[in-house]
């Protein structure tokens, strides 16, 4: 009985012995083994065995490519405040670890530090256009001080970016509201440029529609020129004359323009003399018809039985005859 349970008690103890000596490391991690606290060698992924209780494992260290972004407020040339976004890529180098895990205790509040002292240095020296335009040479010097500073702790800077630039908010309406004048003015000159196409083209086609158009005219003008003529000779050929054939030909034309001024049914065109002498014989010829037709009122008032003094007679008679002697005047 004794000797099962010291057999027990052994195994248990070597079993015991065995877990404490065997260790893994995980894919893309490192370990630090060290001994009496003195650093012994480091371990890379896989199974391994140390010394128990000598040794131990005093850490473990992540050879991934890591990210860190800071955020960063400072001013620039124009005296504008405003925030960056920089983005840091980097990782342990593998043939340094020792100097990663003993040289370095926070690394990321290393890198935070460098970055602040290099974006607050060159910012300032830009003006705000110029921080969005030359925002890559601002990420190229946080690099190059990250590398030429965190190398000797063993890690290498892989990249760094600038991912947000964030001005003042009333800085950013500002700029907005410069954009968009900026937009309306491009739009006002091309509305303008379009409108003056428009007024140009509409300009010449209407140029090209009255040449055209004079064109036409001279065309139907020389054509009744020639028609004229060929009448003429027609006329002359059975011994009308040139005088008589032409005063035909305008009788005839002044006919037919009055029978298509008649076929339409809806003209309110009305034809008047247009000699110098026709204004006064219009004006004699309209008194001598209210004359004639106040007479002839008279008269059938006088055939009906009505009475009429002779005084108003002789006076209707006295007014034909100033409005007689008014029409001779005129």
Do not use: C, W
């Amino acid at each position: 009985m004794t000797m099962e349970l010291f057999i027990i008690v052994l195994l248990t103890f070597i079993f015991i012995i065995l877990m404490l000596s065997v260790f893994t490391v995980k894919q893309q991690t490192a370990g630090i083994i060290e001994r009496f606290g003195k650093f012994l060698f480091v371990r890379k992924s896989g199974l391994h065995f140390k010394v128990p209780v000598i040794d131990k494992i005093a850490g473990r260290i992540n050879l991934r490519v890591q990210q860190l972004d800071v955020i960063v407020e400072t001013k620039t040339k124009d005296n504008v405040f405003v925030k960056l976004k920089v983005s840091v890529q980097f990782k342990v180098m593998a043939d340094r670890i020792y100097e990663a895990f003993y040289k370095l205790e926070n690394p990321n509040n290393q890198i935070t530090s460098y970055i602040f002292d290099v974006v607050r240095a060159e910012v300032p020296k830009l003006k705000l256009d110029d921080v969005f335009e030359r925002k890559d040479d601002i990420a190229n010097a946080v690099k190059n001080e990250l590398n030429e500073a965190m190398t000797r702790y063993g890690y290498d800077i892989i990249n760094t970016l600038i991912t947000d630039i964030d001005p003042d908010v009333q800085v950013k309406q500002a700029m907005n509201r410069i954009n968009a004048s900026e937009r309306e003015k491009t739009a006002a000159e091309f509305e303008a440029e379009a409108e003056r196409i428009k007024i140009v083209a509409k300009a010449r086609a209407e140029a090209e529609s009255k040449r055209l158009q004079g064109q036409g005219i001279a065309d139907q003008r020389r054509e009744i020129a020639r028609g004229l003529e060929d009448s003429v000779n027609v006329l002359n050929t059975v011994g009308i004359n040139s005088q008589e054939a032409s005063a035909l030909i305008v009788v005839t034309q002044h006919y037919d323009t009055l029978q298509s001024i008649g076929e339409n049914t809806n003209s309110n065109l009305i034809l008047l003399p247009n000699s110098p002498q026709a204004g006064s014989d219009m004006l004699n010829n309209m008194v001598a018809s209210f004359t004639a037709s106040n007479i002839m009122g008279e008269q059938m008032k006088k055939d009906s039985g009505d009475i009429i003094p002779p005084k108003i007679e002789k006076k209707d008679n006295k007014d034909i005859n100033n409005d007689e002697e008014s029409s001779d005047i005129l």
